[in-house]
T-cell receptor
Framework: DAGITQSPRHKVTETGTPVTLRCHQT?????MYWYRQDPGHGLRLIHY???????DKGEVSDGYSVSRSKTEDFLLTLESATSSQTSVYFC????????????FGPGTRLTVL | GENVEQHPSTLSVQEGDSAVIKCTYS??????FPWYKQELGKRPQLIID?????GEKKDQRIAVTLNKTAKHFSLHITETQPEDSAVYFC??????????FGTGTRLLVSP
C-alpha cells in the first residue's frame, strides 16, 4: 500500500463548514496528489505537490486548497463545503525513479448535507 | 491538455471469455499508460502499465497494447474469472508527473 494512510475515512458535514482531509505517508515520497472520484467522471486531479511547500493546481481545484509543511503530510481543505463536493477523495504518491507511476491511499468518503 | 476517452462503460462476459477495454488519448507527448483495477469500496490498484517505447506488454492473463500512431491503447484480459469483476481505469501521463484518467469500465464476469 506504499505506506499511505488517509484520515478520516468517512465524514459527514454540513454545507458551509470547513473540512480538512489528511494524507500521511511514511516512506519519504516526494510527489503527492489529491483526486476526487465521482460516478461517470473517473478520477480527477484536484491539487498535487512536488515537495514541501511546493504545490500546484489540478483540473478541478476550485473550492479546494492544500498545504504541505512536511514531507509526510499533504492536507486538503474545503474552506466552505458545498453539496457538490460530496465525493470520495483519494490521495496518491509516486515513487522516486518512477515518478509517473502513482499508488493510491484507501480513500475518504465525504458527504456534505 | 490531455483528454482520455475509455470504452465501453460497461462490459459483461461469461467466465472464460476474453475482455477488451479500449482507450484513446489526445496528447502525442504522452508516453506512459497505466491501467488500474478498482474493486467495490477499495482503492484503485495498478495492474499493468506500458511505456511508448514498446507496443505490447503481458503479465499472465492480462496484456496491454499501444498504437502510438492512432493514439490508442487497450487492456486485454483472457480466460476471465469472477474475481476479475471490477471497474478498470486507463490513464495517460501529461505535463509534470501527472496522470489523466478515463471514466472507467465496469466489467462483470458471470459464472
Amino acid at each position: 500500500d506504499a505506506g499511505i494512510t488517509q484520515s478520516p475515512r468517512h465524514k459527514v458535514t454540513e454545507t458551509g463548514t470547513p473540512v480538512t482531509l489528511r494524507c500521511h505517508q511514511t516512506e519519504n515520497h516526494r510527489y503527492m496528489y489529491w483526486y476526487r472520484q465521482d460516478p461517470g467522471h473517473g478520477l480527477r486531479l484536484i491539487h498535487y505537490s512536488y515537495g514541501v511547500k511546493d504545490t500546484d493546481k489540478g483540473e478541478v481545484s476550485d473550492g479546494y486548497s492544500v498545504s504541505r509543511s512536511k514531507t509526510e503530510d499533504f492536507l486538503l481543505t474545503l474552506e466552505s463545503a458545498t453539496s457538490s463536493q460530496t465525493s470520495v477523495y483519494f490521495c496518491a504518491i509516486s515513487l522516486a525513479g518512477r515518478e509517473d507511476t502513482q499508488y493510491f491511499g484507501p480513500g475518504t468518503r465525504l458527504t456534505v448535507l | 491538455g490531455e483528454n482520455v476517452e475509455q470504452h465501453p462503460s460497461t462490459l459483461s462476459v461469461q467466465e472464460g471469455d476474453s475482455a477488451v477495454i479500449k482507450c484513446t488519448y489526445s496528447d502525442s507527448a504522452s508516453n506512459y499508460f497505466p491501467w488500474y483495477k478498482q474493486e467495490l469500496g477499495k482503492r484503485p490498484q495498478l495492474i499493468i502499465d506500458i511505456r511508448s517505447n514498446v507496443g505490447e506488454k503481458k503479465d499472465q492473463r492480462i496484456a496491454v497494447t499501444l498504437n502510438k500512431t492512432a493514439k490508442h491503447f487497450s487492456l486485454h484480459i483472457t480466460e476471465t474469472q469472477p474475481e476479475d469483476s471490477a471497474v478498470y481505469f486507463c490513464a495517460a501521463n501529461t505535463g509534470f508527473q501527472k496522470l489523466v484518467f478515463g471514466t472507467g469500465t465496469r466489467l462483470l464476469v458471470s459464472p
